[in-house]
């Protein structure tokens, strides 16, 4: 709450803790119910078994995207994790939310001044989008970016990519009139045939640079 609020983002911002009262100056909100207008993100940084019923909340209030911070999930490898991960996915379906994560750092869009993450700070605007599957890789290749003359359009922590994925990411790039090279760090790729011609239509346009660990 204190990145989006601090490092240069003007849209409004509203706290939601069901203690309500007040939280570094803005007035907290019981419920995303209770908020005044339309959403466009929800960023959830509650415990796994939570989440669903908070997302359902977003659904039915019509928020358009949810970065899901929260950890717990299907990385865990049990059944709780993947079962609340399953329900996640449905309810985003059912609303038509796009979702990002969950197990994610969050997201970055610098030329907002945006950081809806808990990465230290929002990078200097640029033309280089930094999608990570990897949190810490992420972090590291920002910290570094000052030494590495990086500046970037966007910066996303995919997680476990329970919904959106590499090829939903590149698929925005190629819209994004900021970005001019993608940065890729990914552990697995899920579709594979539709990735590489995804890949072959935004290299066309721009350089792909990719990290496959493993």
Known sequence: LKNILTQGFAGDVFPVNPKGGELLGKKV??????IPGDIDLAVIVTPAP???ALAEECGKKKVKTLVVITAGFGE???EEGHA???ELVAIAEKYGMQLIGPNCLGVMRPSIGLNASFANNVKKPGNVALLSQSGAMAVALM??????DLDFSLMVSMGNKAAMDECDFLELCLE????????LYLENI?????????AAEVAAKMP???IKSG
Do not use: N
Not at 190 to 198: N, P, S
């Open 29 to 34: 909100y019981a419920s995303v119910a209770e």
């Open 50 to 52: 939570t989440v669903p």
């Open 76 to 78: 865990t490898g049990t």
């Open 84 to 86: 609340h991960e399953a």
């Open 143 to 148: 910290d570094s970016s000052a030494s590495l």
């Open 176 to 183: 994004d009139s900021e970005t001019k090279v993608v940065g």
């Open 190 to 198: 899920r579709y594979g045939q539709k990735f590489l011609r995804i």
């Open 208 to 210: 792909i640079v990719l």
